[in-house]
């Protein structure tokens, strides 16, 4: 899929709200109306950028989780932070990039993955909605899983791409009376990621340019074939980053200019790599990176939606919920957004095929 | 009509429907009107703190006034299901067959991002900000909302190869299809 083919397709929906944009500028208010006006409230400040709290100097890894009376607020609502435990960011970043050192490097023809999207929807299907008709008065929360294979193509820059999904597709209600209103109206099917919660399970296996699945530092796309050989010591790999971040701080590819924070820009790029299949030496050196950045914090001990513990890393917004054990990236969390839970990853050497461990 | 009053109205009908169109996808079809005319009520009492560039700054102040608006109970609605409504409502009187596809199509494929990647698609998509304007309308930094923008239109353009890839025929532009199995 070309980029002006995407375009395209998103510019389809133009028209329909542009109708009634147009419906409704007819029947605009004249500007003296509007000048009379009393505003009725304040227009909601923007919040303030999170302050810095660190805890300094490098501990053990015992020491990373220390007790302590409370947590920071300001979660999501998502995850529920455990409420005696304060954790020491540095500390927990340095024992992290331990931990990923000591995982065992493996390697495979494809890279398997199997995610978990939710989300909040607060209506019915579009198909249900009839002209006119209002929103029904129900809010549900829905995920489903989808499995990927990504398979590089021998001789090529190409890769294999195989989904399946949706898979166990659930849709859970905040109250009774929500789940009330939802029986009341048809039990209407609700949106999950790749369809709907009634939508069958379906397989496709199409062969595209790598950069489809390329994970992202800044402006630069990291080719599938070289991300296990992205550096694997902390001075080669912020060397690398340094050189990209210098690059993209003068302009980049598609207008972007990266951010003065050199942290900022790596945390953002860690996203990516952190979901690609890098090294253990490279996710290692990330944590050690990352340590050495005071904007980024552990916000505390969560469980993700599998259940699973974990400890969340903040900042930019987003939520990252690491596994203490493997030092893996458990879930992407947008804070007050959708949220992405890894529940299997791995390499494999055939598609379709599932990883042992 | 003095120059502030001027520059006022300027602003009110150049960029009514573009305010409107945002608001719209956040609110109640019903509120979409009134709250567009707050936007444009708080636009009047700070006429002079509205940079050259105005429409950022009218969708940042409809942004809040939506969130307020809404209220905490419905804030979770989907932009896409918004958008599906809007766009059910207003096609229900078109006779374009070919359009009502093509809106089809796209929405399938917007469900699947999620909501923050969609309001980043449509924010540079519809209104034209660069990704810094942008940014400052969805309430985070640059780098985070480009990275939100490229995964919303990889996730979107995957999508849509997937939806191509599961037709019977698929179309010449997904090839090379390898094989297409439903389980």
Same mark, same amino acid.
């Given at each position: 899929?070309?980029?002006?083919?995407?375009?395209?397709?998103?510019?389809?929906?133009?028209?329909?709200?542009?109708?009634?944009?147009?419906?409704?500028?007819?029947?605009?208010?004249?500007?003296?109306?509007?000048?009379?006006?009393?505003?009725?409230?304040?227009?909601?400040?923007?919040?303030?950028?999170? @302050?810095?709290?660190? @805890?300094?100097?490098?501990?053990?890894?015992?020491?990373?989780?220390?007790?302590?009376?409370?947590?920071?607020?300001?979660?999501?609502?998502?995850?529920?932070?455990?409420?005696?435990?304060? =954790?020491?960011?540095?500390?927990?970043?340095?024992?992290?990039?331990?931990?990923?050192?000591?995982?065992?490097?493996?390697?495979?023809?494809?890279?398997?993955?199997?995610?978990?999207?939710?989300?909040?929807?607060?209506?019915?299907?579009?198909?249900?909605?009839?002209?006119?008709?209002?929103?029904?008065?129900?809010?549900?929360?829905?995920?489903?899983?989808?499995?990927?294979?990504?398979?590089?193509?021998?001789?090529?820059?190409?890769?294999?791409?195989?989904?399946?999904?949706?898979?166990?597709?659930?849709?859970?209600?905040?109250?009774?009376?929500?789940?009330?209103?939802?029986?009341?109206?048809?039990?209407?099917?609700?949106?999950?990621?790749?369809?709907?919660?009634?939508?069958?399970?379906?397989?496709?296996?199409?062969?595209?340019?790598?950069?489809?699945?390329?994970?992202?530092? %800044?402006?630069?796309?990291?080719?599938?074939?070289?991300?296990?050989?992205?550096?694997?010591?902390?001075?080669?790999?912020?060397?690398?980053?340094?050189?990209?971040?210098?690059?993209?701080?003068?302009?980049?590819?598609?207008?972007?200019?990266?951010?003065?924070?050199?942290?900022?820009?790596?945390?953002?790029?860690?996203?990516?790599?952190?979901?690609?299949?890098?090294?253990? %030496?490279?996710?290692?050196?990330?944590?050690?990176?990352?340590?050495?950045?005071?904007?980024?914090?552990?916000? %505390?001990?969560?469980?993700?939606?599998?259940?699973?513990?974990?400890?969340?890393?903040?900042?930019? %917004?987003?939520?990252?919920?690491?596994?203490?054990?493997?030092?893996?990236?458990?879930?992407?969390?947008?804070?007050?957004?959708?949220?992405?839970?890894?529940?299997?990853?791995?390499?494999?050497?055939? =598609?379709?095929?599932?990883?042992?461990? | 009509?003095?120059?502030?009053?001027?520059?006022?109205?300027?602003?009110?009908?150049?960029?009514?429907? !573009?305010?409107?169109?945002?608001?719209?996808?956040?609110?109640?079809?019903? *509120?979409?009107?009134?709250?567009?005319?707050?936007?444009?009520?708080?636009?009047?009492?700070?006429?002079?703190?509205?940079?050259?560039?105005?429409?950022?700054?009218?969708?940042?102040?409809?942004?809040?006034?939506?969130?307020? !608006?809404?209220?905490?109970?419905?804030?979770?609605?989907?932009?896409?299901?918004?958008?599906?409504?809007?766009?059910?409502?207003?096609?229900?009187?078109?006779?374009? *067959?070919?359009?009502?596809?093509?809106?089809?199509?796209?929405?399938?494929?917007?469900?699947?991002? !999620?909501?923050?990647? *969609?309001?980043?698609?449509?924010?540079?998509?519809?209104?034209?900000?660069?990704?810094?304007?942008?940014?400052?309308?969805?309430?985070?930094?640059?780098?985070?909302?480009?990275?939100?923008?490229?995964?919303?239109?990889?996730?979107?353009?995957?999508?849509?190869?997937?939806?191509?890839?599961?037709?019977?025929?698929?179309?010449?532009?997904?090839?090379?299809?390898?094989?297409?199995?439903? !389980?």
């Amino acid at each position: 899929m070309k980029s002006d083919q995407v375009n395209a397709v998103i510019n389809a929906l133009k028209p329909a709200v542009d109708e009634l944009a147009d419906a409704a500028y007819e029947r605009r208010p004249a500007p003296s109306v509007l000048r009379a006006r009393e505003v009725t409230a304040s227009v909601r400040r923007r919040r303030p950028v999170r @302050g810095i709290a660190l @805890g300094l100097g490098a501990v053990t890894a015992a020491a990373a989780v220390a007790v302590a009376a409370t947590l920071p607020s300001g979660g999501s609502g998502h995850h529920q932070a455990t409420p005696s435990a304060a =954790i020491d960011t540095r500390a927990f970043l340095l024992a992290s990039a331990d931990t990923a050192a000591k995982q065992p490097t493996t390697h495979g023809t494809c890279w398997y993955k199997r995610t978990r999207m939710s989300q909040e929807v607060g209506g019915p299907l579009p198909s249900n909605v009839k002209p006119g008709a209002r929103p029904l008065p129900f809010r549900a929360s829905t995920a489903a899983s989808h499995e990927d294979w990504i398979c590089g193509l021998p001789g090529t820059t190409d890769v294999r791409l195989r989904s399946r999904g949706p898979l166990d597709a659930r849709a859970t209600f905040p109250t009774k009376k929500d789940e009330a209103a939802w029986r009341a109206a048809g039990s209407p099917p609700l949106d999950v990621n790749g369809g709907t919660t009634t939508t069958k399970p379906f397989t496709v296996t199409y062969d595209k340019p790598s950069h489809i699945a390329n994970p992202v530092i %800044g402006s630069f796309e990291i080719p599938w074939k070289s991300v296990p050989n992205l550096p694997a010591t902390k001075a080669d790999l912020n060397s690398h980053l340094r050189g990209l971040w210098q690059q993209d701080r003068k302009g980049g590819a598609h207008g972007y200019t990266a951010p003065a924070d050199y942290c900022q820009y790596v945390f953002v790029a860690a996203w990516d790599l952190f979901m690609a299949p890098t090294s253990s %030496g490279t996710r290692s050196s990330l944590y050690r990176i990352l340590a050495d950045c005071p904007s980024l914090r552990a916000t %505390g001990r969560v469980t993700d939606s599998q259940g699973r513990r974990g400890v969340a890393l903040t900042s930019e %917004g987003v939520r990252l919920v690491v596994d203490p054990a493997t030092a893996r990236l458990m879930e992407f969390d947008e804070t007050g957004g959708d949220r992405l839970t890894f529940e299997k990853q791995g390499w494999v050497d055939t =598609i379709g095929a599932l990883p042992t461990r | 009509m003095d120059e502030r009053e001027a520059r006022f109205t300027r602003l009110y009908e150049t960029h009514y429907r !573009s305010v409107f169109g945002y608001v719209a996808l956040r609110v109640e079809r019903q *509120a979409a009107e009134d709250v567009t005319g707050e936007v444009f009520a708080v636009a009047w009492r700070k006429v002079d703190e509205i940079p050259e560039r105005a429409l950022p700054w009218l969708l940042g102040v409809a942004k809040n006034l939506a969130r307020r !608006s809404h209220g905490a109970t419905d804030h979770t609605r989907r932009l896409v299901d918004r958008l599906a409504a809007l766009t059910d409502t207003a096609s229900a009187d078109r006779d374009a *067959a070919d359009g009502v596809i093509a809106r089809d199509q796209a929405l399938s494929a917007l469900a699947a991002l !999620s909501a923050k990647e *969609a309001e980043a698609v449509t924010l540079t998509a519809w209104h034209g900000l660069d990704p810094a304007e942008a940014a400052r309308v969805a309430g985070c930094s640059r780098a985070a909302f480009l990275v939100r923008l490229h995964r919303g239109r990889r996730r979107l353009a995957r999508t849509l190869d997937a939806s191509a890839g599961d037709r019977e025929t698929p179309e010449p532009i997904v090839r090379p299809r390898v094989s297409t199995e439903k !389980s």
